[in-house]
């Protein structure tokens, strides 16, 4: 994959423009990913700090070895000084034969996250942008995703259509 080079929306001035890079991540990002997943749930569900600390162990465990074997690919908005400022992966998850859908993998967005001060610039929706891409690229005929209601209408403009899941959560 290529660097992209990204311009904010409407950016309109005399001095030179903040530059943002779209890039593969690599192991080396490893722990900034992690950070916004982090930051994700805190978001969305509120768990206990003790629930996060052993999620982000378990998720780092879980990560790197997806992330060297290519299972996992995940993707930055890079800004000044290195800094990631938005991410999110497309794990290419194993699935079961369907009619008119042969593929044993199925490509799954997840763990999308923009830092709040840097929201509304469309990094999102750059980085859903590549990764639909390359599942393209890559010759997949579906991509999966579950959506937090923030993100809805980025997949929404994305192509995305909503489909109809249920869980029932046991408990213990």
Partial sequence: MAVRRVRPRGFQSNLAPPRWTLRKASTADLKALVEHRHRMWVELWKPSPRQM???DRSYRR??????????????????????????????????????????????????????????????????????????????????????????RRIYREAGFKRTWEMRLDLPH
Avoid: K, N
């Fill in 53 to 55: 600390a052993m999620h």
């Fill in 62 to 151: 879980w990560l790197l070895p997806r992330l060297r074997s290519g299972e996992l690919v995940a993707l930055v908005i890079e800004g000044p000084a290195h800094r990631v400022l938005a991410s999110g992966g497309i794990w290419f998850r194993p699935d079961q034969p369907r009619p008119g859908l042969p593929q044993l993998t199925v490509p799954y967005l997840l763990s999308m996250y923009t830092e709040p001060e840097h929201r509304g610039r469309g990094f999102a929706g750059r980085i859903v942008h590549e990764a639909v891409r390359l599942c393209r690229q890559r010759g997949y005929l579906r991509v999966l995703l579950h959506a937090a209601p923030l993100g």
